[in-house]
């Protein structure tokens, strides 16, 4: 169970409503490297991971699904206070007779989330690694995203989102030495 806190991991704020940035940005909501898939994989591995890495994989998972509230706050604060023809300007247009503003699991090219963006092989390592890359993915598409906008609010979180994929590629590299000082064997990069 989760005992929870309302409020944000880190503050959201942004300068202007920015649709075309929203549609953007989903891409870390509803995509392949974004945070839903970050967090359901990791809440799923943890089940058949060793005894030790159990208690980070809920960790990180947690802090994804908090970073996932960050994106929605995000997506939302862009789009609230937008026209129809804003949208309709911002390529949004197939968006919004779907949803109107309301929050989807989709990408930036409109593309629903799905389960095949994740994997649970049940070998440590090799869900280890998939982590690693996942968290390597998701810093590199912050930093294409933080490129596409000169609002330095949104850069601001952005960046802070970014660190902690550096922080969790970090932790899930220690757990695979943890794994292999256990097996007594190396592994070769
Ligand atoms: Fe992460």
């Given at each position: 169970?989760?005992?929870?806190?309302?409020?944000?991991?880190?503050?959201?704020?942004?300068?202007?409503?920015?649709?075309?940035?929203?549609?953007?940005?989903?891409?870390?909501?509803?995509?392949?490297?974004?945070?839903?898939?970050?967090?359901?994989?990791?809440?799923?591995?943890?089940?058949?991971?060793?005894?030790?890495?159990?208690?980070?994989?809920?960790?990180?998972?947690?802090?994804?699904f908090a970073h996932l509230e960050m994106i929605a706050?995000?997506?939302?604060?862009?789009?609230?206070?937008?026209?129809?023809?804003?949208?309709?300007?911002?390529?949004?247009?197939?968006?919004?007779?779907?949803?109107?503003?309301?929050?989807?699991?989709?990408?930036?090219?409109?593309?629903?989330?799905?389960?095949?963006?994740i994997q649970a092989k049940g070998d440590p390592i090799?869900?280890?690694?998939?982590?690693?890359?996942?968290?390597?993915?998701?810093?590199?598409?912050?930093?294409?995203?933080?490129?596409?906008?000169?609002?330095?609010?949104?850069?601001?979180?952005?960046?802070?989102?970014?660190?902690?994929?550096?922080?969790?590629?970090?932790?899930f590299r220690e757990a695979v030495e943890i794994l292999?000082?256990?097996?007594?064997?190396?592994?070769?990069?």
């Open positions: 169970m989760w005992v929870y806190e309302k409020k944000l991991q880190y503050p959201v704020r942004v300068s202007k409503c920015d649709p075309r940035m929203a549609k953007l940005l989903i891409e870390q909501y509803g995509g392949a490297d974004g945070e839903l898939a970050a967090a359901l994989r990791y809440m799923n591995q943890r089940y058949t991971i060793p005894d030790k890495i159990i208690g980070l994989l809920t960790d990180i998972s947690t802090e994804e706050t995000m997506v939302y604060k862009l789009t609230k206070d937008a026209t129809v023809e804003q949208l309709k300007e911002a390529g949004m247009a197939p968006y919004y007779v779907n949803h109107d503003r309301a929050l989807f699991y989709e990408n930036a090219g409109g593309v629903p989330f799905t389960a095949t963006y090799a869900d280890l690694y998939e982590d690693i890359a996942a968290e390597e993915k998701a810093r590199a598409t912050y930093q294409w995203l933080i490129d596409m906008t000169d609002d330095v609010d949104i850069q601001d979180g952005l960046k802070f989102l970014r660190e902690r994929e550096v922080v969790h590629s970090l932790r292999k000082d256990e097996q007594g064997k190396k592994t070769v990069f």
